[in-house]
Structure formats: C-alpha cells, structure tokens
C-alpha cells in the first residue's frame, strides 16, 4: 500500500510540472526561486505531508502558495477518498467551514460601500428582531442547589461592527458550556434545513451570552451578517454571493454545494478515524441546502481560495475586476477589538497559539484574525498578516509584508491545529 501510495504521488507530481497554470487562470511561477522561494527548501514541505499520507494521518491534502502576485507551489498529496483509493488532484472541492466567513464579510463591506449598510449602526436597524435583546447570566440558586439563568438588559445594542468582529454578544451553542449555549442546541440554531429568516427568528429569541462590546465571544455573528446582505440587496445569500463575488472573480467551483456531478465527484472526503471505525461527520453537498451559512456552509478549492485571497493583496482587486476599495480592504484586516476587551472561555482550548489575544500577539479584524506584535506568538509571521481556518481541516493566512497568501486545503478536523502550526513553519523556511 505504501509503494502504491508512494507511486501515485510521483504521478501527479509530474502532472503537476504540466503547468502551475491549472490554479484558475492565475500565473504560474517559472520556478519558486522567480518568487523568492526556495525549491529544495520547499521539498520539506511535501515530504511532511506525505510522510503524513502514508502513515494515514491525514487522508490527503492540497497545498497553494502565491507569492509576488505568483503561484510558486501548488501539490496535492494522497487521496481524495481514501477507503475508495482515489488520488487527491489539484482540483478537488472542499467544504471549507469557516473559511466562508471572509466572503460575508466581503459581501457586508461591498454594501457598505454602496451606502447600503453602515458598520456603526444597531443590527435591529436591518433585522428588527435584535431590538431590546436581553443578556443571560448564569447564576447559583443557593436554595436550590442549581444554576439558573438570570435576564439583565443589554447596555448598548450590537452593532454591526460587533457581528464583524465578534462582539456582538452572541455564541454557538457547540463551544463551552452555559445555559444560553444549552438554549441554542435546544432550538437547532446550526440546523441545515432553516433559512437565514429562520436563524435569525431564532436567535432573535435567545439570550445574549455577553453584554454587546465587551466580550471576544466565536458566534453566529457572520450567520447573522448573511441575513443583512439577504435583507439589504433582496436576493438570498447563495445568490449575492455567486453574482457579486464568485462569478466576478472566476471562482467556478465556489459556492454552497456541488452543482454538477463533476464537482460532486471531485469532492474531498475524510478517512475513517481507527478509533470510531467512522468518518467524521460533514454535511452532503449533493443538494442544494435551505441554510446558506455566511458562517460555515461554503465550499471551495485550493486555487478558487488562493484567487481570493489574492484580491485581498491586491487591494480588493483581481485581473481588472474590482470588489473593493483598497481603503476598505485595509479597514477590514485591521485589528478591531478595542483595549480591554474579554474573551469567552473557550478562546484559548479552540484556537490556542492562533487565539486573537494580546497573549498571542494577536487580534481581530472585521473577517480575520490579525499579527499585532513582533514576538508574542510561536508561530512565524508578520506583524499584519491575517488568517483564519475551517472546523473541517481547511486554513489560509496572507502575509502582506512577505506579498505571500498560503491555502491549506484538507478534511481532517482532529489534525487541523497541528497542521496551521507546521505549515507556517515550513512556509517561512521556505522564504529566500
């Protein structure tokens, strides 16, 4: 098995030396020294990853690096399915999580620009639901002997700034433990067969977890951001997104499910976990879904996601095709948590050395996580270069110093920590 997955690799290796072109449309280095990386230094990234491959780690996984407006790596290692023996190719379709975020974030600064929708304005002012929202606070019943959730009135209302940066004082209910989080798995508030409407109806009805403006809390903030778009522009989230920014930026296999039976088929899957003999779970894409989440429903391949971040370097254009301003793109990968700012338990068990603290050197745009200090953090970088990652195995950071974006494209959930941390290093090692 292992000569054979050994061999496989070689040939799509090869394949790969057909042309770094394949990326959609983006231009291929001559070699990774045109861009300033280094080739035989870059041998140690792929050998990490296969090395993983054989001793089925990871099922496989693809790999884009863009540099100087270039693609100066681009392999795909192992299987596409595994326990069906089909090779990962460059191509294949990944359910990219959160890594949907940055497009609703895009699709909020889009309208922003318009004038449509202003960052500083209460959420209510567009979804009037939000209005009068209460806090919930967990507190003992001496007599009792339990918890009990006590109702406080929010100081301010969220804005929707607050949805951008995650300090809206909502949550998710898969992420720590308190009797709001129990409110929200009790009401389905992640369920695949609700429209944004529905979402919104009920979350609207739920207590908030934090006060507004206070707390770094991971939410369904860009769940609710997606129905702002759907509200303000008049045409569902799925749709805004294809025909203002996929479409545009020629991101033919980006979207919220596999249209085609060639985009089914391309399908990245995750191995059967030894420990279960079961995979883990994710979402068929088969159908079209009633839920388009702005803040985890998306799918995407390697080369669609390098494209868009490449927008980002470019200053939110593409091939002539603008989306942004450059001075909106830099409002939006700037550090928006203000001095102070708490963060919700689980921050540092869920993200740990990627964490957008102070502790880590780190923040929190309108979309990404942001490098705010030299030093801090473990993990090399920038200072500015911004990131984030899907619950699935999927990560992208963009480095605008080192005019560098890296795609990580995999669907392995238990190893996604350690892969964002080794890749950085082998990235940067790479760097002549």
């Known amino acids: 098995m292992m000569f054979v997955c050994r061999l496989l690799t070689a040939i799509f290796l090869i394949l790969s030396l057909a042309g770094l072109a394949e990326a959609k449309g983006l231009t291929p280095a001559k070699k990774p020294e045109e861009v300033g990386l280094s080739g035989e230094k870059l041998k140690k990234l792929s050998a990490w990853i296969q090395d993983d491959v054989e001793k089925k780690v990871i099922p496989g996984a693809v790999v884009i690096l863009m540099r100087q407006g270039k693609v100066g790596y681009f392999e795909a290692f192992g299987f596409r399915d595994r326990e069906k023996n089909i090779p990962m190719t460059r191509d294949s379709i990944f359910r990219i999580a959160s890594m949907t975020k940055p497009f609703t974030s895009l699709a ?35 007599a009792a002997g339990k918890m009990e959730l006590v109702l406080e009135p929010a ?96 991101l033919t296999d980006t979207g919220f499910f596999a249209e085609t039976p060639d985009q089914l088929a391309r399908v990245a899957e995750p191995q059967v976990d030894p420990a279960t003999g079961k995979k883990p779970p994710m979402a068929e894409l088969k159908e079209r879904p009633k839920w388009f989440s702005g803040g985890g429903g998306m799918i995407s391949t390697a080369s669609d996601y390098a494209r868009f971040c490449q927008t980002f370097l470019n200053g939110g254009v593409l091939e002539g095709v603008r989306l942004a301003s450059r001075k909106t793109i830099e409002l939006m990968t700037a550090d928006h948590l203000p001095p102070g700012i708490k963060f919700g338990p689980f921050t540092p068990a869920l993200f740990a050395a990627l964490s957008p603290t102070p502790e880590m050197g780190q923040g929190f745009s309108l979309a990404f996580g942001v490098r705010t200090e030299a030093g801090r953090n473990p993990l090399p970088g920038s200072i500015g270069d911004y990131y984030w990652g899907g619950a699935q195995g999927t990560y992208f950071w963009i480095d605008p110093k080192e005019k560098l974006a890296a795609v990580l494209m995999m669907q392995a959930p238990a190893q996604r920590l350690h892969y964002r941390y080794l890749l950085r290093y082998y990235v940067y090692q790479a760097l002549r």
């Open 108 to 142: 909020i600064m889009m309208l922003a620009e318009e004038g449509k929708i202003q960052l500083p304005y209460p959420v209510s002012r567009y979804l009037p639901e939000f209005k009068d929202m209460k806090v919930g606070i967990d507190k003992k019943d001496e």
């Open 155 to 250: 100081r301010r209302e969220m804005t929707v700034q607050d949805l951008m940066r995650h300090t809206s004082g909502l949550t998710y209910g898969i992420f720590g433990k308190s009797l709001v989080k129990d409110q929200y798995n009790a009401a389905s508030a992640l369920d695949r067969n609700q429209t944004n409407a529905e979402m919104v109806t009920k979350l609207s009805k739920i207590p908030l977890q934090c006060q507004p403006g206070e707390v770094w809390e991971y939410s369904m903030s860009t769940d609710v951001l997606a129905r702002i778009v759907e509200v303000v522009s008049g045409v569902d989230f799925n749709t805004f997104v294809f025909e203002r920014i996929s479409k545009p930026l020629k």
